[in-house]
């Protein structure tokens, strides 16, 4: 196996909007008011953002069958990299496309990380994401300049969705000093088609639900993406719903 290892998703840039997500309505008075004094900063859908990252992560940290993980992950990578494509409208419009990084599976040399160290590394983004993300919320609450700053959790938001895409791959058991290459860059291939498949089942959302999936639609249950996880007939597990509703719940308090 002679060819290099996939290490990036070249990442269309996407013509906006396909109908964007904006919060629900709120009936609190306390509400009401901050968000009108929150209106035309973006400082609003980039906290909900980072709610949502966090339901995320408190998701995939507590399911337990491969089949769960795996659709969650598919989801919430996708709709990761769908976040991102929204943050990009910010970058140069002569700009076509973003390479999004994938996660190292198969290293040059030979070496591999196994699943758990995968798993851990797209946990710590996500977590550093949501941070990253509630730090430029709070300079947008501030009335300061954040476009740079868009453009670069764009990135990092797209690389996260990569990793978590990817959450699923198991190394196989035993890899023979003949099969480093070749099993490496089936690996690395693997990444690129689970980023590749997550951001195209997001796109194909927006045709059932109106809008296209963002994560700050993750922190609330009535959103678009949040009534599509409950309705049963879109295939996901009761416990996988329990465990988002709690996700969610757990997170406004």
Known sequence: MSERFPREYHLATLELPLGEYTPAR????DEAMYRQEQAGTGALILQEQADGIRVGKRVLERLESMSDINDWANLLGGTAIATANYMYKHDDPRVMH???????I???NGTFHDHESLQKKALFRLQ????????VAELARDHRGITQ??????KNTATAGAAVAAYGIHLPVVITNEEIKSVGYELQQEAL?????AYRYALNLHRETGTLPSLAQLAQENSALGLYIQQPEHGYSNKLDRVFMDAVLGAKF
């Open 128 to 135: 550093d994401l949501a941070d990253e993300t509630e730090e």
């Open 193 to 197: 088609t689970r980023t590749d498949t």
């Open 149 to 154: 700053r868009l453009i670069r959790l764009g």
């Open 26 to 29: 709120t009936r609190d008075q």
């Open 106 to 108: 198969a290293e040059d």
């Open 98 to 104: 973003h390479n999004v990084k994938l996660p190292v």
